[in-house]
């Protein structure tokens, strides 16, 4: 297969919209490092400030290559400190002093015991925006609760919709909170941010797991209270509009169609064939339809399993059919929308077998100012130097190296 992608190079002169906000991250994993990656890709210096086995998000492998790293760390720098040690905390102290943003992601509590509390970090830096995330919140009685986005998704109702009535709740096979709580954060970041440049005035950001999942929800809270009804699993169909469901066709392909409309749902019937059911009182509005789902929904099921993948697409989009392949990964990795669009790009990468490795492209778009590739994701400990000669000095340096707070890097 020949890659339809677009072949990016890095440039390390490249800069970006965010060009010159310094970030410090002490965050782990998921959530942290997709807030930064925002604000990286549009020319954030995000400081990666990792222990001496690395941020645990290098763990996570395929074929031994730190794929989660590659594709989330990009454009930032990586600092090795051995936290443990009194000097690294000075090191981040000064760090702190000269940056816009601070992002950490210890369980609470854990900051302060590193002598690193809110109040001591903007006593240093009056304008300092510090992102504090964690899985349930700084404060309330589950503060205490391991963080992982896993039980955020069980306990936020997310888990309770998701699957078929007839079988268990069903968890995201991906890092669905993590990912939600980084975009928020990234936003309420530059909120923040612009407040403090207004006022010179800092503050912290309180970024739990669970509460971006949880608010992605809505209106479920208000249609409970409304009917006293919970809503139920319905696999890929919804309660709000129907026909919607994933169909499979002859040949073995999915589509996703959805008659969200009522015009839409007039052109669905004249595109099967069957312009009677417009006035058959079971179809007429989309309230009977949600009153008749099996009926209605068997009626399309029956017809898209007699035509092939390649049919039901043009025949329902010529006809203005809302209608969609069900792609996967495989599919997508020479998909002609992706490459055009360069949602997904390829990069020089010594690591993977064809020396390209694919990952999404900068979001979000920016007419004047685009997102940026300065740099791949770093080695552990690669800017040491860069960053710390300046800082604290070549002789510092060298003590805190031959001390072990200093490591990887040389």
């Not at 002169?13 to 997709?34: C, E, P, Q, T």
């Not at 930064?36 to 763990?59: F, M, N, Q």
């Not at 403090?196 to 999942?213: K, M, N, Y």
């Not at 789902?293 to 043009?314: K, M, N, P």
Request: glycine share 10%; hydrophobic share 40%.
């Amino acid at each position: 297969m020949t890659s339809k992608l677009r072949r990016r190079e890095f440039d390390a002169r490249a800069k970006g919209a965010l060009d010159a906000l310094r970030v410090v991250d002490l965050s782990r994993l998921v959530a942290g490092n997709v807030l930064t990656k925002v604000l990286a890709d549009h020319g954030a210096e995000v400081i990666k400030v990792e222990p001496p086995a690395g941020d645990s998000l290098r763990a996570w492998k395929t074929k031994g290559v730190e794929t989660s790293w590659k594709t989330l760390c990009r454009n930032k720098r990586s600092l090795c400190l051995d936290l443990r040690q009194p000097p690294a905390i000075e090191v981040v102290r000064r760090l702190v002093a000269e940056a816009d943003i601070f992002v950490e992601s210890f369980r609470p509590g854990v900051l302060e015991e590193m002598g690193l509390a809110p109040d001591a970090l903007l006593a240093l830096n009056p304008a300092l925006v510090i992102v504090r995330v964690s899985g349930w919140g700084q404060t309330g009685p589950f503060s205490h609760k391991p963080g992982f986005g896993t039980l955020v998704e069980g306990y936020s109702g997310f888990a309770a919709i998701n699957g078929f009535g007839d079988r268990e709740p069903v968890l995201p096979p991906m890092f669905m909170a993590d990912a939600y709580a980084g975009l928020y954060g990234s936003s309420a970041a530059m909120i923040a941010l612009h407040h403090a440049r207004a006022t010179g005035e800092g503050q912290v950001l309180d970024l739990s797991l669970f509460e971006p999942i949880f608010a992605m929800l809505e209106p479920q809270m208000a249609n409970y209270r409304l009917s006293g009804k919970v809503k139920p699993r319905t696999g890929s169909r919804s309660t709000n509009t129907a026909p919607r469901n994933a169909y499979q066709t002859k040949d073995g392909g999915w589509v996703g169609l959805s008659s969200s409309t009522q015009g839409v749902f007039v052109k669905l019937m004249k595109s099967l064939g069957r312009p009677e059911l417009l006035d058959d009182p079971r179809f007429r509005t989309n309230s009977d339809r949600i009153r008749h789902l099996d009926e209605i929904d068997g009626i399309v099921r029956d017809y898209i399993a007699g035509i092939t993948l390649a049919q039901a697409l043009e025949q329902f989009d010529r006809d203005g059919v809302t209608i969609g392949p069900i792609m996967d990964v495989a599919g997508l990795d020479d998909d002609h929308y992706i490459a055009e669009r360069e949602a997904l790009i390829e990069v020089p990468d010594e690591e993977m077998p064809d020396g390209w490795l694919p990952m999404h492209g900068e979001i979000p778009r920016m007419s004047r100012t685009p997102g940026i590739l300065r740099n791949p994701a770093p080695r552990l400990g690669q800017d040491n130097d860069a960053l710390l000669l300046p800082l604290i000095g070549a002789e510092e340096l060298a003590r805190l190296r031959a001390a072990g707070v200093v490591l990887h890097g040389d």
